[in-house]
């Protein structure tokens, strides 16, 4: 809770550099295997793919602000997504914008909460999950990081066949660098 109080004036004072979110992106995703070895802990832990059609995603940002961004997502993905599945994360370029997703593979999001998760001590957690463990700030924080970065988050359910949900999507737009 104090994080999500000290952020605005974090962000407000905050050095902008520029940030690989490529290089960012990539370093998560060894970060998630390196703590995850082990034939133990992987019978537990979804698989976390990385995917990019190129290398050149730079924005202008607070580094450690961002990365506590996707690994929030990272976090939430990996709490709904069964074991034996996957967590998609990827990045590409849409014009002047860098675009990143982490796809799951869990329920899905109620649709009439699509709209009320960003939402501060908001929470929707897995059946079976010990209750306390989550504060409901990790996705307001997260929007609040993202929008005073220039950019906006939201969420999407993914459908399959005959309109089945096959999980949840996360997609973050931040302003490619201009220099």
């Keep these: ?3 999500a109080s000290r952020i605005d004036a974090e962000l407000a004072r905050g050095q902008m550099n520029q940030i690989d979110l490529g290089r960012v992106l990539a370093a998560l995703v060894q970060v998630h295997y390196t703590a995850a070895e082990g034939p133990a802990v992987e019978a537990r832990h979804a698989r976390l793919i990385f995917r990019s059609d190129e290398d050149n995603y730079i924005v202008d940002g607070i580094e450690g602000r961002l990365v506590q ?3 929030n997502l990272i976090s939430n993905a990996q709490s709904f ?3 034996a599945g996957e967590i ?3 990045a590409r370029r849409d014009r002047n914008d860098i675009v990143v997703r982490v796809d799951d593979q869990g329920p899905g999001i109620p649709v009439d909460s699509l709209s009320s998760i960003f939402e501060r001590f908001y929470s929707e ?5 010990t209750f306390g463990r989550h504060s409901g700030l990790g ?3 997260s929007r609040q990081i993202v929008e005073a970065h220039g950019g906006v ?3 999407e359910n993914l459908y399959g066949d005959q ?3 096959r999980g949840a999507r996360f997609i973050v737009r931040l302003p490619a660098s201009r220099t």
Excluded: M, N, W, Y
């Design 69 to 71: 961004v996707f690994q």
């Design 139 to 141: 996705l307001s924080i």
């Design 153 to 155: 988050i939201h969420a």
């Design 125 to 129: 957690r897995p059946d079976g999950e």
């Design 88 to 90: 998609s994360l990827s």
């Design 163 to 165: 309109g089945k949900c």
């Design 1 to 3: 809770i104090s994080d």
């Design 81 to 83: 997504t069964p074991p």
